[in-house]
């Protein structure tokens, strides 16, 4: 079965740069969620698009953006980074249309380095 | 918002025995309530959920049991293997949110052999 699709897997950056995470949702998935997880931690929340509207904020700094296509895929796009966003950024999808509505199931990840 | 509370942080069992892993919830509306397990490194992967309407699911090793009332819900994993070994999620879902899945801590699962 097809799962969620994130790229790039590896990413390294410096201070202050840019950096554009992509996830491609499971098919027919209507709703992609964004959570970024530090080393030891659990994954935190950032933000929540559903057809292409954004559903729901977390704790996304302002330097962070996001938007879902008309595709359903969904980019982060990060500015001006700090070495405090160095974690893994996983992209989930779910489909709210259905019985399983709330299942989140979970892209391999992008581990994000910032020197 | 909602919070979700873990315990233990480490759980260490000999193969063979079974691990229980508890959980607490703030919001007594949540209906939501997965376990990931994680290796290191890797995607959480949902191993097991349960809803509101239901007190106990069961699939295999693993079992879910949720307490409305005192509002925590845990996880029994029965005949542990090397393989279970890795760090275990627990998750509610809010009412005030639109899906998004707020964590417990975490808890490292160690069988040994």
């Known amino acids: 079965a097809a799962g969620v699709i994130q790229s790039p897997r590896h990413l390294i950056k410096e201070k202050r740069e840019t950096a554009t995470l992509k996830c491609y949702p499971i098919p027919r998935h209507d709703t992609v969620y964004w959570y970024q997880q530090g080393p030891g931690q659990d994954p935190q929340f950032l933000i929540s698009f559903y057809e292409k509207m954004q559903s729901d904020k977390g704790s996304i700094p302002d330097r962070f953006s996001a938007q879902q296509f008309s595709d359903y895929h969904s980019e982060l796009n990060m500015s001006s980074l700090e070495l405090g966003d160095s974690a893994l950024y996983f992209c989930?999808?779910?489909?709210?249309?259905?019985?399983?509505?709330?299942?989140?199931?979970f892209g391999p990840g992008t581990r994000l380095t910032v020197l | 918002g909602e919070n979700v509370e873990q315990h233990p942080s480490t759980l260490s069992v000999q193969e063979g025995d079974s691990a229980v892993i508890k959980c607490t919830y703030s919001?007594?509306?949540?209906?939501?309530f997965p376990w990931y397990k994680q290796e290191l490194g890797k995607r959480p992967q949902l191993i097991i959920d349960i809803r509101s309407n239901v007190g106990e699911k069961k699939d295999q090793r693993i079992a879910v049991t949720l307490n409305k009332t005192a509002k925590h819900f845990s996880l029994h994993i029965t005949e542990t293997q090397p393989e279970d070994s890795a760090v275990y999620f627990c998750a509610a879902i809010g009412t005030d949110s639109w899906g998004k899945l707020q964590f417990g801590a975490g808890t490292q699962v160690v069988v040994t052999p």
């Open positions: 919001d007594s509306a949540s209906n939501y």
């Open positions: 989930a999808s779910s489909f709210k249309g259905g019985l399983a509505r709330n299942e989140q199931f």
